[in-house]
């Protein structure tokens, strides 16, 4: 009978190491978290008693933890039996600017995944996204880089390559962006485009750069500060389009630069 409970127990619970992504308050003492893990992908679950001065999971389920866990069988949602911190980030949670690029990482890979099953290239990329900006690797890189690989894995990959109109190569010249085409235009068909931004040649070339290359080749790239800027507002915009609503975080990390320079 004993074997029984046991092998009943192993069936309602069930190990995972994950990446805590963000938790709101839940009831008086819990709160409900939402975790990428590396067996499962995204999971929803209640960390019970978590708020209680003495919990022992305290510290452990922070946002960008990285973590080991222990999950029950609830009715609606998993429950934390468990939970040993295996990787805190903490630089992410020390620098102000270092917080809103995480919390941009986080919100992105939130809004482009369902509770749909493992995906572990994603998993990996978001844990090497955190590793880098933590140690000390260029931040807007890392960010940049981040969302062409997020892009590619979650089947929203833009075109840079061809017109995505006429499908000409694209030559070595400005060009233009369409969000709702999902993908670069050549110029003659980028002025006739309604909605199509003008991209300048040098951003396009480090955009198809980060695109096909590792992190460790990308980066060997040094994009200005305007080129990085142009980058930014650019993907913005086709995050934008692609999520059909406007980011959070992007104003986050607005404020923090505005401090980062007082």
């Excluded at 270092?98 to 994603?122: H, K, M, Q």
């Excluded at 880098?132 to 890189?141: D, H, I, M, P, T």
Aim: net charge positive.
């Amino acid at each position: 009978m004993a074997e029984a409970d046991r092998a009943q127990a192993r069936i309602r619970t069930r190990s995972a190491e994950g990446i805590v992504l963000k938790h709101t308050d839940w009831g008086e003492a819990d709160r409900l978290l939402v975790i990428f893990t590396r067996e499962q992908g995204k999971v929803r679950a209640i960390a019970k008693g978590v708020r209680k001065p003495h919990s022992r999971k305290t510290g452990h389920l922070e946002p960008f933890t990285q973590v080991k866990l222990l999950l029950a069988r609830g009715r609606d949602l998993a429950i934390v039996t468990q939970a040993e911190a295996i990787e805190l980030f903490q630089p992410l949670r020390e620098d102000m600017l270092l917080t809103s690029y995480a919390s941009y990482i986080v919100e992105l890979l939130d809004r482009f995944t369902y509770e749909e099953g493992a995906n572990l290239p994603l998993y990996r990329l978001l844990k090497d996204s955190l590793s880098r900006l933590c140690a000390g690797s260029q931040s807007e890189l890392v960010l940049r880089y981040y969302e062409m690989r997020l892009l590619d894995l979650v089947g929203f990959r833009p075109q840079l390559f061809k017109c995505i109109n006429c499908e000409k190569e694209i030559e070595p010249q400005d060009q233009f962006f369409s969000a709702a085409r999902g993908g670069v235009l050549c110029p003659d068909c980028g002025r006739i485009e309604p909605g199509s931004r003008p991209v300048t040649e040098t951003s396009l070339k480090y955009m198809r750069h980060f695109q096909r290359s590792s992190f460790k080749e990308a980066a060997r790239a040094n994009p200005t500060p305007a080129v990085y800027h142009e980058m930014e507002t650019l993907m913005g915009h086709y995050l934008t389009y692609v999520l059909e609503h406007g980011l959070n975080t992007p104003a986050f990390i607005r404020r923090a630069r505005e401090k980062s320079r007082d």
